[in-house]
Structure formats: C-alpha cells, structure tokens
C-alpha cells in the first residue's frame, strides 16, 4: 500500500494544563496494582470491548497491529484455563523456578492456587502474532513482541482509569491457551489478563516504586 499522508492534529493545551493532567493521571495511576482476589460482579460487554478498542490504538511495528484479543466470560473455558494453568503452577513452583526467583515471589504471597481465573467475569487473553499471510506470502511481522508490549500496556491503563482491577498473568509455558482458545500457529500467547472488580476486603501486597532518580537520566 502506498504512503497515504493525512494532517496530524492533537489537543494542544497551554503547559501548565498539560502539567496538571499529567499529575492528575499519575496520581490516578499510582493506585494500580495487581489484583489477585475478584468479585464474580459481571463487567458489561461492551465495556471490555471499548477497553480492547482502546488497546487496539497502539502503534506497532510497520503498522502490522501483530495482536489478537480473546476476551473469555464462558464458565466452562475459564475453569478449563484454570485447571491447565494451575497444573503449568505447580510445575513451576515445585521445580522449574530456582530458590532466588521463588524468594523474589515471597514478599508478594503468590503461589501454585489460581482461583482468580474462574472468580474474575472476564479472562483477557492476548497473543502476540508473529506472522502474517499477505497476498499469498507469508510474512513476518515487524517488532512483534514490543508492539504487543505496548498495546498490553495501553489496555492495563484503560481498564484502570475505567474503574477495573487487573493482574497480568503469565503461566509458563502458555501453549495451552493457544490450544485451549483455538488460536493458529502464528499465535503465541503473551499475557492472560482478568478483568473484573475487586472482592470486597480485596487486600493487595505492601510494596514500593523505586525512586524516579534511579529510572530517568538526563541526556548522558
């Protein structure tokens, strides 16, 4: 296709508005955290789909948008995501993860158990496609983990700032969700993420950012 030129236009405020919106969203932001303990409170259709369209903004590498989306409420799939995911858990915790990376998980009080998977309304699964079929070629996609990265970011944010809790999910291996959802083979799973309210009582670990001077520099 070729290059299409089209005027780029954005809100444009005077700095010191743009300064107050930019500490209202961190102040907003600052309130995420990872939810492990859901209401079974249904969340609209609708709502998650304006969530997913929110994500689907995101730019990605030569405009390839190498995501897909499932979006689970279905009783019978997400306990069958659960059962796999926790047999995936036990694997981990018992054997595949080494005592420096279990003691690094300590503080936050996980384990092997995953009843959020069936509690929460919503099961968010995103894949990451790593190519694509075009005119009859099979064609790799550009940047593909990095695009996805950022839509998932984008989708986290949007639930958040909508009012919904969110954890990102990442039992390994993922194949399962592949099988499981149907996808093809140009799919890799890359997050599953529940959506939902939080349990009343919802408690999550007492944890800290690192402070802003130890992430940002300044020009070298």
């Known amino acids: ?27 907003r932001l600052r309130t995420r955290r990872s939810c492990r303990d859901f209401s079974p409170r249904p969340v609209a259709r609708e709502l998650i789909e ?12 030569a405009n390839r948008q190498p995501w897909h989306f499932v979006a689970v409420d279905d009783p019978a799939i997400k306990r069958e995501i659960r059962i796999a995911a926790e047999e995936e858990e036990h694997e ?18 996980t384990d092997e158990h995953k009843p959020f998977l069936e509690t929460a309304p919503w099961l968010v699964v995103i894949f990451q ?21 950022i839509a998932s970011g984008m989708f ?9 809790a969110t954890l990102t999910h990442t039992p390994s291996p993922m ?28 408690m999550v670990p007492q944890i800290e950012k690192k402070p802003l001077r130890d992430v940002l520099q300044w020009n070298r």
């Open 50 to 61: 304006t969530l997913v369209a929110v994500a689907h903004t995101a730019p990605s590498g």
């Open 92 to 109: 981990s915790y018992a054997r595949r993860m080494p005592a420096t990376w279990l003691e690094a998980l300590e503080p936050l009080g």
């Open 129 to 149: 496609r790593t190519w694509e079929w075009i005119d009859d070629d099979k064609q790799p996609n550009y940047y593909p983990m990095e695009s996805v990265g």
């Open 156 to 164: 986290l944010t949007a639930c958040h700032l909508a009012g919904l």
């Open 175 to 202: 194949k399962f969700l592949r099988d499981i959802l149907k996808r093809p083979d140009n799919e890799k799973p890359y997050l599953l993420i529940p959506v939902g309210y939080p349990a009343t009582g919802c």
């Open 1 to 27: 296709m070729p290059y299409i030129p089209t005027p780029y236009a954005i809100d444009e405020r005077p700095e010191p508005d743009m300064l107050a919106e930019a500490q209202a969203l961190l102040k």
